[in-house]
């Protein structure tokens, strides 16, 4: 594919992912973004020697930061986000939702595009018959007003910085540090 080709004739090389000591963590960037961008319709999150594996990128080639935003924003059910190598600071790869993300990869840099869940407000959420039930939670019945859910503007974990997600980010290497 392209961004192959184009990542041989830059001669960016990919490293091999390392297994971190708690020592080697500092200068570490797989696990938090290095910085949260707030925009718009939500957060653009920085990652700093991180890169995601570019063979099947929605699209690549010369463009602009704001093209490249434009073009993960305007594609947002199919695209996570773009990456770069210091190389060639103006070649982006689009990456596709689902593509791996490799850490430690000096040079490299990508963004990625974090989107707030909807509000309460915004959408119909599901509701079953144990929502409803006040019974359904035994001795417990009497002290519950109302239900209420995380992240979703009712005032449960609404204010988290970076918004709610079940896991920040997964790495391969997780499974290997315990």
Known sequence: ??????????G????????????????????RPTQRIAAESGNW??????TFLVFDSFDSGE???EEAQKLVL??????????????D?????????????????DGWTCMTFEHPCPTALEVELFE??????PEALGSFGHEVREWKRPGR???????RPGGLDLLGSMDPNDLQQG
């Open 63 to 65: 463009m602009s930061e």
């Open 128 to 133: 079953d018959l144990f929502l409803r039930d």
């Open 12 to 31: 960016c090389v990919l490293q091999p992912s390392v297994i971190l000591s708690s020592s080697s963590t500092k200068n570490h960037t797989g696990a």
């Open 74 to 87: 305007e594609n947002a059910d199919e695209c996570l986000g773009y990456c770069f190598h210091e190389a």
């Open 1 to 10: 594919r392209r961004g192959l080709g184009v990542g041989a004739k830059m």
């Open 45 to 50: 999150n920085l990652w700093e020697r991180t």
């Open 153 to 159: 503007g009712e005032g449960l974990a609404d204010k």
């Open 89 to 105: 600071p103006g070649f982006r790869w689009i990456v596709r939702k689902g593509s791996t993300r490799l850490t430690c990869q």
